[in-house]
């Protein structure tokens, strides 16, 4: 029966392994996707026929011994399904943080009941053991409250900007030390409860202050590094509970949320230290006053100036921001591209890796409008066509196309890889209103003059330029 379990881990490994490897790409990524949802068939599989719960099956019958399995696995699936039958593909940001949050709960509670269950019940539990789920029920705890943040900042739950306090890193560092101090204390003495507990419990209020002071547009690195931790944390319950399948399927998540954390970061041009520390994008009234006073400066086009542009080019590119997400304008940005394209004109989609408050947060939204796979580019892919190219279109997008970035080292986002969307013969920027992005800072691709502003609900004001075009 040990042979048949570890067969059927290393077979669920092997498919985690070649699911994420499919999710690389977009024409791939559904392959990806349900050769993970086989692997976790596979690790389910191995763990209700595991020596221990086949031993129960045999004293117990079989309604006593999987009852508590059959019922969780229900309740989790009708779970599961309402979440992604109910959640829009619009806030999928919101669903990935929840989503977090369960696992980083699962991790943590399967840590306490196993402390529980050897050390307070069997009296006895060695160091490396406790070690483990130490690391276990501390990085699940963080995981959980932290997640937990990111949706309501996503969702608007709380407050998206940047919840600050004095000393609040100083603090923050001394808390998060201290935590492992206890988790050191704790390994050496596992019998002591008050310890554990106390360590339990610490990680849960640290998530909260973790998250509380980053800004809502960093959310897809916090997103990402929350995914390492329930990763590191389920990892560790492998290693509590000697289930090879939770080591690695947990080691490749830590180590992908990881580096897909290291590669959002570069594409901010931003390090580790300032997403999580910098408070970075926080606006004063003055700050804010100054950038919409810029707006008296711009030149505005009408839904008719737009939709003439637009009729007359060969070539549009079109840049989508977090403000497309926001007024769900993805189906009408592809009617657009419909009526564009059945005219001549080549109709593409520049992807900022960091537009959006999720990884691949835009490509998950035009793939919802049937927007082909073939259309969608990354910035290194299209950024050099931008100057061959008739129009831009920027849909909510705003410092993801900031030509500051590229020449004035003064400004707070230098450094950071932007779209070219300032090169482009003609640019239609669609925006609510001047209020500056998250970076807090005047746009200087709004005041060019190869540029026009339409204001307005970037699905209301296309909306009528498909009208107008039709």
């Not at 997640?147 to 739950?157: E, N, P, T």
């Not at 209020?205 to 998250?211: A, Q």
């Not at 580790?272 to 606006?283: Q, T």
Request: aromatic residues 8%.
């Amino acid at each position: 029966m040990v042979d048949q379990v570890e067969t059927l881990y290393l077979i669920a490994s092997f498919l985690f392994i070649l699911g994420l490897r499919g999710l690389t790409a977009a024409h791939t990524a559904r392959r990806g996707l349900i050769l993970a949802e086989l692997g976790m068939v596979f690790a389910i599989w191995g763990t209700v026929i595991h020596p221990d719960i086949m031993a129960h099956l045999e004293i117990a019958g079989f309604f006593q011994t999987y009852k508590w399995i059959l019922l969780t696995f229900f309740i989790g699936s009708a779970i599961g399904i309402a979440i992604s039958a109910l959640i829009p593909m619009t806030r999928m940001p919101e669903r990935i943080a929840l989503s977090h949050a369960f696992g980083g709960l699962a991790a943590a509670l399967v840590g306490v009941s196993e402390y529980y269950r050897e050390q307070v019940i069997a009296g006895h539990m060695d160091h490396t053991t406790m070690g483990a789920i130490g690391f276990e029920v501390l990085f699940g705890g963080l995981t959980f409250t932290g997640s937990l943040m990111a949706f309501g900042k996503l969702s608007g739950l709380i407050p998206g900007r940047n919840i600050t306090w004095p000393l609040q890193n100083q603090s923050n560092i001394l808390m998060f030390g201290g935590t492992f101090v206890l988790l050191i204390a704790v390994t050496i003495d596992p019998s002591n409860q008050i310890l554990f507990y106390a360590m339990a419990a610490m990680p849960l209020l640290l998530g909260i202050l973790f998250v509380a002071p980053i800004g809502g547009a960093d959310m897809p690195v916090v997103i990402t590094l929350l995914n390492s931790y329930a990763g590191l944390a389920a990892s560790a319950t492998g290693f509590a509970l000697d289930n090879n399948v939770l080591i690695i399927a947990g080691a490749i998540d830590g180590a992908s949320g990881f580096i897909l954390s290291v590669v959002m970061s570069k594409a901010m041009n931003r390090s580790f230290r300032n997403v999580l520390f910098g408070a970075f994008g926080k606006v004063d009234e003055e700050d804010e006053a100054m950038v919409a006073a810029g707006g008296e400066r711009v030149q505005e086009a009408s839904v008719g100036d737009a939709a003439m542009l637009l009729s007359g080019a060969g070539s549009v590119i079109v840049c989508p921001g977090y403000g497309m997400a926001v007024a769900q304008a993805q189906h009408v940005v592809g009617e657009l591209a419909e009526i564009l394209e059945a005219n001549g004109t080549q109709v593409r989609y520049a992807i900022h890796p960091v537009a959006g408050r999720m990884p691949g947060h835009m490509n998950v939204l035009l793939a919802e409008a049937k927007i082909p796979y073939t259309s969608l580019m990354e910035l290194e892919e299209i950024n050099e066509d931008f100057k061959h190219t008739d129009v831009a279109l920027v849909v909510g997008a705003n410092d993801v196309v900031n030509p500051a970035a590229k020449h004035n080292p003064a400004s707070s986002i230098y450094g950071m890889p932007v779209l070219n969307a300032d090169l482009a013969r003609s640019c239609i920027v669609l925006k609510r209103s001047m209020r500056p992005g998250f970076a807090g800072i005047e746009n200087e691709l709004f005041f060019a003059p190869n540029t026009v502003l339409t204001f307005g609900d970037a699905k209301d004001t296309l909306t009528k330029v498909v009208e107008a075009l039709s």
